[in-house]
């Protein structure tokens, strides 16, 4: 008996190594980002935020979210926002089957005017937040950040960074599609 | 007459300094607590990204406002999440971050205790040799001397 409780504790170390093993290869195959946040707000009402004039562009208020016949999507960009620019073409392809809401981030009118002439406007329409306090309602700590809604002005999902090929196949547009299907 | 204004201007003055200064203290002492969600190992205090500085703002204009610590507190773990905040607060959900450490010293000192009584147990059974032992050892030593 004693023995054999001995012949366990030899074990020990082992098992622990496992134990950190499988840890390790989680974090290595989920390829979670651990500085990337989880939203507070999701299931939450899409905060109320007072946005201002992009001339030229419909503004983007509450109240869009609120009458909504399906899914949306609220991007936060910004002319000066490098990332921006690469997922620029998938907002492009989206915008055919999706609305999309455009937050012109702590951006100057002339630059975010020019962005929008030259590579397309993706924005059903677009409000602007100058200084960057409305978008700290929204929990924003890195642009570019886009909020899928529901038809009830829910936000379902926060992406932090730019949207990809990979995310938009895999990511949003099946959370947009599942929406679609609620409730029709 | 001109001095009685002077005199009062003056307390004035002196008076919103020291009012400032409280909320600076405050204000800083906020700082200290919050983490800077672009280099997330700082605090707002240390950090001057954009967003820190947006945040140290609101900060500042809540202070002003007459809010609490824990009123900002609160405003800001609503929009970011407690990982705003640089020290966890102590919920149940954190109660093994709190009490962990402690959790393992104890562990450590009952492992501790375990192994020192069994090797005071290990002495205690110490037997004499027997007689053939004795012999052999006899043995040894004196091939050893000659």
Redesign the interface.
């Known amino acids: 008996m004693k023995n054999k409780l001995k012949y366990f504790y030899s074990y020990i170390p082992l098992i622990i190594f496992f134990i950190l093993v499988l840890f390790f290869a989680r974090q290595l195959i989920l390829k979670e980002d651990p500085?990337e946040?989880?939203?507070?707000?999701i299931d939450e009402k899409f905060?109320s935020i007072a946005l201002s004039e992009l001339p030229g562009y419909k503004v983007f208020s509450n109240k869009n979210l609120i009458n909504a016949n399906g899914p949306s999507l609220v991007n936060i960009w910004s002319s000066w926002c490098v990332p921006c620019k690469i997922e620029h073409e998938y907002l492009m392809s989206m915008s055919n089957n999706i609305i999309i809401y455009g937050i012109n981030y702590?951006d100057n009118k002339e630059d975010a005017l020019k962005v929008l002439e030259l590579n397309g406007n993706p924005f059903y329409a677009i409000g602007a937040d100058r200084?960057?306090?409305q978008s700290?309602?929204?929990?924003?700590?890195?642009v570019p950040e886009t909020f899928i809604i529901d038809r009830e002005g829910n936000i379902r999902y926060r992406h932090v960074g730019p949207i990809l090929e990979y995310d938009m196949e895999k990511i949003i547009l099946p959370i947009i599609n599942k929406i679609k299907q609620e409730r029709l | 007459m001109i001095t009685i204004i002077k005199f009062i201007f003056c307390f004035f003055i002196i008076g919103n300094s020291v009012l400032a200064d409280a909320n600076t203290k405050v204000a800083y002492e906020l700082y200290e607590e919050l983490r800077c969600?672009?280099c997330?190992n700082q605090s707002l205090l240390e950090s001057n990204a954009?967003?820190a500085l947006?945040?140290k703002?609101?900060v500042m204009d809540k202070i002003e406002l007459g809010q609490s610590k824990g009123e900002i507190k609160k405003f800001l773990?609503?929009?970011?999440?407690e990982?705003i905040l640089l020290k966890p607060k102590y919920s149940m959900q954190n109660i093994l971050l709190w009490l962990g450490p402690i959790l393992f010293l104890f562990i450590g000192f009952f492992v501790t205790f375990v192994f020192l009584r069994k090797q005071s147990m290990y002495k205690a059974e110490q037997l004499p040799l027997t007689k053939e032992e004795e012999n052999s050892l006899k043995k040894i030593l004196d091939n050893n001397v000659s």
């Open positions: 500085s946040l989880p939203s507070v707000l905060p702590k200084d960057g306090m700290i309602n929204l929990g924003v700590y890195g | 969600l672009v997330q954009p967003l947006d945040l703002k609101v773990v609503d929009r970011y999440g990982f």
